[in-house]
């Protein structure tokens, strides 16, 4: 046999081109700049050296296109604030990049060009980058004013929760290393007035066109980016209906742009030379610079971005002068793109986008272009039935949600959006000095919207929009995915087609059967990390309950109601008392949820039907006893948190105690029925010292101990005494101020370990078997 020649190093390399090994580099670099390791710099720099002294300059290259991605994302990182700011009064200058108003509270994100603290012994914050803050009584203030600011900032973080919206995560992907709030004093000054925006002018001119206000915020939207102007509403309406996408600057816009100005450059050629007008490159450039345009005139924001590069290297391929081929395009888009926004990486918009346009390269690859009307409208249907598996299942893996009725819903907008809403609303824009004209534009593209609009909602009502489990979530956004891939990939037999799909949707539906309720005779504790406050959820096979409700912050939010899809029911609710911290949640969960019972303590304010929690009230549910040890029934002379409810449940000889916030006086006259050892104590009052008396912690002798604190928080719970007093007993400490939601079983015969959602490394090993780690106010 023969043997093929092999081919050297070089000729490989060039054979492979740059755009592969390019983005290999630019993927290595993100992986480098998440891995923070130790020598990670010195090591790069070495590998670097050598490389250059061997002359190999494409390996030279790709190290230091490597270093420079991996050194962007490590100096966000190095520029988050520093725990030691935390609430201290810091000075800002710099530039508004985006403002939103909600009643009286406006959300400004702000690029700090200068930060000091006010206090001279504190260490300075110079580099701060980029902040989000809040401002209640906030003056006018316009994207792209420089200001002077008084902040008080907290690091990034975020709530952690099973299933819910990563904040944390989302603050690292949008860049900002700091959030807080604008203090009123000294007051805000403004630096320098907002320089000329061609894009802020075009929204004060829509402001003030005669539109109905729902057809201005989608013309903003689709037409400018200005996504913000939508209305919550409008969000789940879209969500609802798998429509999301149609809402942002994407390819589909940038490229209706490009190919406008392709189609109306290349006429102009022809008309010019009439011989040679295929031949002319400039129509090419033209698009490419009227792409750039667009996306600049819709704020470059990541989608506008990532469309801007992506639109102009399809071009450069269509063009078909020393283009690359569809592939090497589609990894040099991947590589241009995290290379100028490296923390795209971590948004899912750009997998969503990217794996869309793979999909879309593998349905048309070796296919004929479609002949006649009827020919496309057929291979468009086709498209768009392959499409839409793929990317619910993208959608599902990325946003834990599946919309059931995006395939339906899409087959009428995209067409509708691309071909007819987006073109007359920019129609409208190229004629706005001819107000008639650009007035029936705008009137055409309202009544569109309302049609589209009045779909949706028809759609999302009929299929409504889907929020599994997260046991649900991986293996059936797997098997849609690769379902859509056995469509989709060429030279498979409809047979196989058929089986692999009946397959790969079958066997998921069995493997997620099991409800992730515990089972009989098993107590599920999970206290959530709702920040300083407290919400404990109790579960058993058939029973549901809730200890409080969580926190109400002064912006409105409650996060009660990030922590569930609305429509749950809960059997009993008890209230401890109606602080803010313990009872703010209660608007969101009448307005949500569904609740058997209210328990609340006598002479309690709080505006919900409920029966007295009074000491002595028991029931039983699935082997496990609730018994109420306090208040009692006349416990007017207490004070508010005195009369909290206290709660035990028991599962055999395993034990839970909630005391609420419970003084130290209440806690010793409950000594006598209180049991010995206890398996689980949430501890009172979020670990203040007003309550965990010594007494009360030597008398149970906890096992675990859950401190429901915030991260940050100013009163500085846990305290250290207290702290001190568990350690001394041998309680292993959690609090989800740091470990996030604490989850964990009674009952059982299985041994079962304490869940954290916010794992931390200093918990492995160590002094007291891996679960003491709290020593020092948070």
């Known amino acids: 046999m023969e043997r093929l020649p092999c081919l050297p190093f070089r000729d490989a390399v060039m054979q492979l081109g740059l755009a592969i090994p390019l983005a290999f580099a630019v993927l290595v670099g993100v992986l480098g700049g998440h891995l923070v390791m130790p020598g990670a710099i010195e090591l790069l720099a070495i590998g670097l050296l050598v490389v250059l002294a061997g002359r190999r300059w494409r390996l030279a290259v790709v190290l230091c296109v490597a270093a420079l991605v991996a050194g962007q994302l490590w100096m966000v990182r190095a520029g988050e604030l520093a725990p030691g700011l935390t609430r201290q009064d810091l000075r800002l200058e710099g530039r508004l990049v985006s403002m939103s108003r909600d009643a009286r509270l406006a959300r400004l994100v702000m690029d700090v060009a200068h930060c000091r603290p006010l206090e ?41 929760n099973p299933g819910t919206f990563d904040y944390r995560g989302w603050l690292w992907r949008e860049g900002i290393q700091a959030s807080g709030y604008v203090r009123r004093e000294p007051p805000p000054h403004r630096l320098a007035l907002a320089p000329f925006s061609l894009r802020q002018r075009a929204l004060a001119f829509l402001d003030e066109q005669a539109l109905a206000p729902r057809h201005q915020r989608w013309l903003a939207a689709l037409t400018l980016g200005a996504s913000e102007r939508l209305e919550s509403r409008d969000w789940d309406l879209l969500n609802a209906s798998g429509a999301t996408h149609l809402m942002v600057i994407s390819g589909l816009h940038v490229g209706l742009v490009a190919a406008f100005a392709l189609w109306l450059a290349r006429g102009v050629a022809w008309v010019v030379s009439p011989g040679a007008w295929r031949l002319a490159v400039w129509p090419w450039w033209l698009a490419g610079v009227a792409a750039v345009a667009y996306a600049s005139l819709a704020g470059l924001e990541p989608p506008a971005l990532r469309a801007m590069i992506m639109a102009v290297v399809g071009l450069w391929v269509a063009s078909g002068r020393h283009a690359p081929g569809r592939w090497q395009a589609w990894w040099l888009a991947l590589a241009l793109v995290l290379l100028v ?60 949600r599946l919309a059931p009725a995006a395939p339906l819903v899409n087959l009428v907008a995209v067409p509708l959006v691309s071909s007819l809403l987006v073109p007359l609303g920019l129609l409208g824009w190229l004629t706005a000095w001819l107000p008639g004209l650009s ?96 919400l404990v959820e109790l579960r058993t096979i058939g029973y549901r309950a809730l200890y409080d409700s ?102 055999g000889d395993q034990h839970l105690l909630i005391t609420g916030d419970a003084g130290r006086d209440v806690e010793r006259r409950l000594l006598a029925e209180l049991p010995a050892p206890v398996t689980l104590l949430v501890a009172g009052h979020h670990g203040s010292t007003t309550s965990s008396g010594l007494l009360l912690v030597r008398h149970l002798t906890p096992r675990h101990v859950v401190f429901s604190a915030g991260r940050y928080n100013p009163f500085g719970h846990p305290a250290s005494p207290v702290v001190r007093h568990f350690r001394d007993v041998g309680s292993c400490l959690w609090s989800t101020a740091q470990d996030g939601a604490v989850t964990l079983w009674l009952g059982g015969h299985a041994q079962r370990t304490v869940h954290t959602e916010r794992p931390a490394a200093w918990r492995r090993g160590g002094v007291g078997g891996g679960c003491l780690g709290l020593e020092s106010p948070l």
């Open 120 to 160: 001279e012994a504190l260490p300075d914050c110079d580099s701060l980058g980029r902040v989000r803050l809040s401002f209640f009584g906030a003056p006018p203030m316009v994207p792209g004013e420089r200001w002077r600011l008084t902040a008080r900032l907290r690091p990034p973080s975020g709530f952690a």
């Open 341 to 400: 926004d490296p923390l795209s990486a971590w948004r899912p918009g750009l997998w969503l986008s990217f794996a869309a346009v793979a999909l879309l390269i593998l349905i048309w690859q070796g296919r004929a272009q479609p002949r006649g009307v009827s020919g496309w409208l057929w291979a468009l249907c086709r498209t768009q039935l392959l499409l839409a598996p793929f990317m619910a299942a993208a959608v599902l893996l990325a946003f834990d």
């Open 439 to 534: 007035a029936l534009c705008w009137a055409l593209f309202g009544l569109l919207a309302d049609i589209l609009m009045w779909l949706l909602e028809l759609v999302a009502g009929w299929l409504p929009l889907w929020r599994p489990s997260p046991l649900q979530v991986v293996p059936l956004g797997l098997a849609l995915g690769l379902a859509a891939l056995l469509w989709v990939l060429p030279g498979l037999v409809p047979r196989l087609r058929l089986v692999g799909t009946g397959v790969l949707l079958v066997v998921p539906f069995g493997l997620v059967t099991s409800s992730p309720v515990p089972a009989e005779g098993v107590l599920r504790v999970r206290v959530h990390d709702v920040g300083q406050g407290q």
């Open 550 to 651: 969580g926190p109400r912050f002064g912006s409105g939010f409650m996060p009660l109601g990030s922590l569930w899809p609305p429509g749950q029911h809960f059997d009993d609710v008890l209230i401890s008392h109606a602080d803010q911290d313990h009872a703010g949640g209660l608007p969101a969960l009448r307005e949500q949820h569904r609740v058997g019972r209210f328990l609340v303590p006598p002479d309690e304010p709080l505006e919900v039907p409920a029966q007295p929690c009074i000491a002595g009230r028991e029931w039983q549910r699935d082997g496990v006893t609730f018994r109420l040890l306090w208040p009692p029934a006349e416990s007017g002379e207490l004070s508010s948190n005195d009369r909290s409810c206290v709660l035990l449940a028991s599962v």
